[in-house]
């Protein structure tokens, strides 16, 4: 059973732990967890063999010495209580069939007190519930009668004083039993002083444990009692904890001797040991899960030491002056910190640093949910805001979160890590999670987790399993296996009558960061448009328009927020802003938060109205369907229907050439017009069908919430409505990209800088040097030096002679340095790390899409003298964002073309940029696409593609009008490196190949299908010598293999090496392959498993029967032909071998990509 280890007894640790507890702590022997005690024993074991360790640490006012409690203090106490509940009990502790009575616990209480009374009750044999002091009475009564409680711990008051609010609420609830015949004893809470008698003397004696223990009568063992006599070491009772009653009453939620010790051995499974650490968990109430996992159940599992204000009458209330108090008096290792505590905090430097001298500040705030069940919300503080968690981390302070739920523990990893991805959640390895997709995207999961050896949740929601699903929304990180980030509640979003979701709790979390705000709470359920309840912190009492205007316009800049974060069907206009009214406060749960359900109940009638006053439009003649669904009648509709809408505003004819919101339209009027399209369509899909529904589509549900702020104009607003209705809804959408691309390329294709002079040095004498630099040499601004072809491209710069400087540029991160990310980024493509710090290197963290590009002025300056170059790199890679996601960059892109203009040198700088063969994703003219710029239709496809069509086009005027030297290069599909086969296993081809393992086949192709995949560090090599061949004006170069490669070469190659892996793979036609993947995706877990299910519309095209115009896949056939006569590189380089492919593999191996 024990080995000695440092000391001590090495006693049955939990199964699987990964980090011993208490090490450091060197009067603290672990309790065991392999069930040979229980957990009301635990107490006991520790009054033996660490009663010299401190349990907690009594934090006084002013200068006086905290006062530890040791274990032999806090055990002593514990037997007090429970001698004293167990006398107050008839028949003892066990009911008739030999169970644990149940004792409820509703008290005020300070922390101490409140738990030495629930281990007490839990001491003398019975099953101890803790109520919320924070219930109703009706929820009060409700969870006693609904567990069948018949004896509470409590107060009446009848000392002379009045009576608290929650002892007259508990004389209301008896009175109420009795009525109902129903058998109820109160036993009347003991007062600290009672249960430690020496912390109520002052001067306050020091603690004699020889006197206490002469003056305790303990309790028998308590598995020698007749409640647990023969019980079983997993199931038997020993907690009942509640929701929080969002939706209802509370809910109560046992949990048994196994569930209780996975609520204490939990941090044994994370990655520091924090025995003996001083935590101050000030502001977590005893009654709620995570105050009775950080105040009970990490000191009796590993020893951690808490703080607790010194017991008193009233007790001491938490806010977050008295909680920053505790801190620094308490001088804690580690905090938990009450996200509204923390959101005040971060207004504050000094609090800031001085937090960030802590090793962890603990929360569970940023999950932008109030959760149905008692998911940790701490205890309803409002979740943090992320700008507040933004300005913590920033300061240095190492926030940790944690996620659990009553119904699961914490199921969080203790890491006590630095880290800056504060928003996300480590998953412990104590559990076992799955993702259950949530949505059609397979982007959105929400977490289930499972029961194992050594874990269980305390209750079980899916049919014929052990699991519990939270309901919980979550992404995942998007590098960092089992993090997650927590979006909301599934059961809480929001569906529209469009078939489309609006998730609220992100949206909510965005507006709460207005210091006007104090609650948010979005509605639409049914409807087309969403909108939002905002309660302020100070009630508008003025409740006319003007004061309810105003009011909306001083919170308007975080709702507009909280717009761009979201879909655009999400979106909010002001007119649906319901300013909540100060006599009908939002309703809230015990724990404080948001009790969604029954605000959207109490408010309907004000919701009601928001959507009459908007339907109430669609009964005027204006509104009315066109009676003809012609290219003219659609016309005159829209028209007549904008005039309309606008009449009362323009008071003239709406001009249909030019922008409705230059002519007066507003938020509320873009609805409107929508709605009346809408309705027109439906009624139009409605007399078509004539029982045949399911050939006549509902065109409606294409229409764009943003509709009328993509097609400004009723000439564009119509062409819309005509393409839908005349054309396919694929037109229609590629008739909105196009708009919205020219709108962007309209955007940032003018004003360019003319010629700058060159400045002058402060003594007025200009040199040769200074304008030019040393004649011949190349100094070069790089963007994006971390990604796989930044990396080479940024080595190929450094060892080109003709390269005297490279600046490269990336935005920073919280994460790691500009230095820690390029070393990493140049070992895993095999580059020698010596080259992060070559002589020639200087690293730049900045954002192109500030102003000055976000650097120091006197390095922007020193710049300006020096480059030759820009080669633009930087790009996010989302197929998934639509092109005015990608705004950023684009204004981004054209500040490094204004840094270029601006150019102090006698020849501007040569500007490069790495666009995609994504520009052409849409061509459909026989042949190879030529090196040439081409029309915006062609690369419609995705917002990544269009959104570099926009560059590459800002890039030609401005060579155009100010003679910049500029190349667009279109970059095919970029495969492994021939110095170690790097090829970003995210990548589709990987996720080809990993799909294949799970499948057992490989798919094939017709025999001709070929594919133009080049070796990135080849990629970056002609792209090098591209520059040195620099050119007048503007060129496009392909930047592609130029002797393409079958296929089905690729595939039997990988086959060929699997087979060396033991993994034997069959060889089938595509379409049957994509087939099997398409039916492989039912399973919960597929997505996380397979991830080339994401991609399925990306694959499909795979089964088209193959064109000798295109290469697999369908993408267009390349012509290189001027990118040869460029660069020797890509002229001379060989077809893809097996060498080339195996090296992929193994690159890919090593990354786990086969596991």
Request: glycine share 8%; aromatic share 10%; hydrophobic share 35%.
């Amino acid at each position: 059973m024990t080995v000695p280890l440092n000391g001590k007894p090495r006693l049955r640790y939990p199964p699987g732990y990964v980090t011993e507890q208490g090490r450091n702590a060197p009067y603290f022997t672990p309790v065991p967890f392999d069930g040979s005690l229980l957990v009301g024993e635990f107490i006991d074991w520790h009054r033996e063999h660490s009663a010299r360790h401190n349990y907690c640490i009594l934090v006084e006012d002013g200068d006086q010495e905290n006062v530890p409690v040791t274990y032999s203090e806090f055990a002593h106490a514990v037997h007090r209580v429970a001698r004293l509940v167990y006398d107050a009990v008839p028949g003892g502790s066990a009911t008739a069939n030999g169970m644990p009575k149940t004792v409820a616990l509703l008290s005020n209480a300070d922390v101490l007190t409140y738990n030495t009374l629930m281990l007490g009750i839990m001491r003398a044999g019975f099953e101890v519930f803790p109520i919320s002091n924070r219930n109703s009475e009706a929820g009060i009564k409700h969870l006693i009668t609904a567990v069948d409680v018949h004896y509470l711990v409590g107060s009446i008051g009848g000392d002379g004083k009045p009576p608290t609010a929650l002892q007259t609420a508990i004389q209301h609830v008896i009175k109420g039993l009795k009525e109902d015949k129903y058998e109820f004893t109160l036993i009347p809470e003991p007062q600290f002083s009672e249960i430690y008698p020496r912390l109520a003397h002052r001067p306050m004696p020091a603690y004699d444990e020889v006197a206490d223990a002469e003056n305790t009568t303990l309790m028998p063992p308590l598995s020698t009692m007749p409640s647990f006599l023969n019980a079983d070491i997993h199931t038997h009772p020993c907690l009942i904890m509640h929701s929080s009653g969002s939706t209802k009453f509370p809910k109560p939620i046992r949990q048994n001797q196994q569930a209780m010790r996975h609520w204490i051995s939990w941090p044994w499974y994370g990655d520091a040991d924090i025995g003996g650490s001083v935590a101050s968990i000030v502001g977590l109430p005893g009654f709620h899960a995570g105050g009775i996992t950080f105040g009970i159940g990490h000191p009796l599992g590993c020893g951690v030491v808490v703080t607790h204000f010194m017991p008193q009458e009233p007790a001491i209330q938490a806010n977050a002056d008295t909680a920053l108090f505790s801190f620094k008096k308490s001088n804690c290792d580690w905090c938990f910190g009450i996200p509204a505590f923390l959101d005040s905090y971060s207004n504050d430097p000094e609090i800031i640093s001085f937090l960030a001298t802590k090793s962890a500040v603990v929360s569970s705030g940023n999950f932008p949910v109030e959760p149905r069940f008692d998911h940790y919300q701490v205890f309803g503080s409002s979740p943090l805001p992320e700008e507040a968690g933004d300005r913590l981390v920033a300061g240095g302070v190492n926030l940790v979160n944690i996620y659990g739920a009553t119904e699961t523990n914490i199921v969080s990893r203790m890491s006590l890590e630095k880290r800056t991805d504060w928003l996300y959640t480590e998953i412990s390895p104590m559990t076992n999670h799955r993702l259950q997709p949530d949505d059609e995207t397979g982007e959105v999961y929400r977490l289930v987790f499972e029961a194992n050896d050594h874990y269980s949740p305390a209750v079980y929601n899916l049919p014929g399993e052990r699991a519990y699903d939270t309901y919980d929304v979550a992404i995942p990180h998007p590098t960092r296996k089992n993090r997650y980030r927590i979006l909301g509640r599934s059961d809480d979003q929001i569906m529209h009558s469009t078939g489309e979701k609006t998730n609220p709790g992100p949206l909510e979390n965005i507006i709460l960061g207005s210091p006007l705000i104090k609650s948010a709470v979005y509605f639409g359920r049914a409807r087309t448009q969403a909108g939002v309840i905002i309660e302020p912190f100070i009630p508008v009492k003025d409740r006319s328009e003007d004061a309810i205007a105003a009011f909306r316009n001083k919170i308007w800049p975080y709702i507009e927020r909280a717009n761009q974060f979201g879909p655009s069907h999400s979106r909010v206009f002001k007119e649906y802003v319901l300013v909540a009214d100060s006599s009908k406060p939002l309703a809230r749960t015990p724990k404080g938060s948001i009790a969604r359900s029954m605000v959207l109940a109490e408010y309907e009638q004000e919701i009601e109205q928001i959507y009459q006053t908007v339907q109430r439009y669609n009964q005027y003649e204006w509104a009315q369907p066109p009676t003809s669904w012609d290219k003219n009648g659609i016309y005159k509709f829209v028209a007549r229907v904008v005039n309309g809408v606008m009449e009362e505003r323009t008071k003239e004819p709406v001009d249909p050439q030019r922008d409705l919101f230059e002519q007066g339209c507003d938020s509320l009027q873009a609805t409107l017009i929508r709605n009346s399209i809408i309705n027109a369509l439906r009624h139009r899909t409605s007399l078509m069908r004539n029982g045949d529904a399911e050939r006549q589509p509902d065109l409606a549900r294409n229409i764009p919430q943003s509709v009328v702020f993509m097609h400004s104009t009723i000439l564009s607003l119509a062409a819309f409505v005509t393409n839908l209705v005349h054309g396919t809804v694929e037109s229609a959408q590629q008739n909105d990209d196009v708009t919205k691309m020219l709108g962007l390329l309209a955007k940032y294709n003018t004003g360019f800088l003319p010629k700058v002079p060159a400045k002058a040095p402060q003594n007025g004498v200009l040199t040769s040097s200074h304008v030019n630099g040393d004649a011949g040499k190349e100094c070069v601004l790089l963007t994006g030096s971390t990604g796989t072809l930044g990396a080479y491209l940024l080595s190929s710069l450094l060892l080109n002679n003709r390269v005297e400087k490279v600046y490269a540029f990336n935005r920073s991160s919280k994460a790691k340095t500009i230095g820690k990310r390029q070393l990493e980024a140049f070992v895993d493509r095999g580059i020698p790390d010596k080259f992060a710090h070559h002589p020639k290197l200087v690293l730049i963290e900045g954002d192109s899409a500030e102003d000055g590009l976000g650097i120091d002025t006197s390095l922007y300056d020193e710049m300006l003298a020096s480059v030759t170059c820009i080669i633009h790199n930087a790009w996010r890679l989302d197929f998934n964002m639509g092109v005015q996601s990608f705004e950023s960059h684009i204004r981004g892109s054209r500040n490094l073309i204004d840094f270029a203009l601006k150019s102090q040198r006698a020849e501007r700088p040569q500007f490069l940029f790495t666009s995609s063969i994504g520009t052409v994703a849409n061509w459909k003219l026989p042949g190879a696409v030529p090196e040439e710029p081409l029309d915006a239709e062609v690369a419609l496809g995705t917002g990544y593609g269009e959104s570099k069509w926009v560059v590459d086009r800002i890039m030609i005027e401005a060579s155009k009008q100010r003679g910049l030297r500029t190349t667009t290069f279109r970059i095919g599909q970029l495969a492994g490196s021939m110095i170690n086969g790097a090829w970003n296993t995210t990548d589709w081809v990987p996720h080809i190949v990993k799909a294949a393992c799970i499948l057992g086949s490989l798919p094939l192709m017709d025999d001709d299908s070929v594919v133009s995949w080049l070796p990135a560090d080849a990629a970056a090599l002609s792209i090098v010598q591209a520059m040195e061949a620099a050119t007048p004006g503007n060129r496009t170069l392909h930047v592609c293999h130029p002797y393409p490669t079958t296929w089905n070469f690729v595939m039997e190659t990988i086959a060929d090496y699997l087979i060396g892996k033991g993994i034997r793979l069959d060889l089938e036609p595509y379409p049957i392959w994509f087939g099997k993947l398409e039916a492989s995706g039912t399973g919960a877990t597929s997505l996380q498993k397979n991830p080339a299910l994401k991609l399925l519309d990306f694959l499909r095209p795979g089964i088209q029967e193959h064109s000798s115009d295109k290469e697999a896949m369908g993408f267009p056939l390349i012509s290189t032909t001027k990118m040869q006569a460029t660069s020797n590189t890509l002229k001379d380089l060989p077809r893809l071998d097996q060498t080339e492919i195996k090296r992929w593999m193994e690159y890919w191996d090593s990354h786990g990509v086969f596991e």
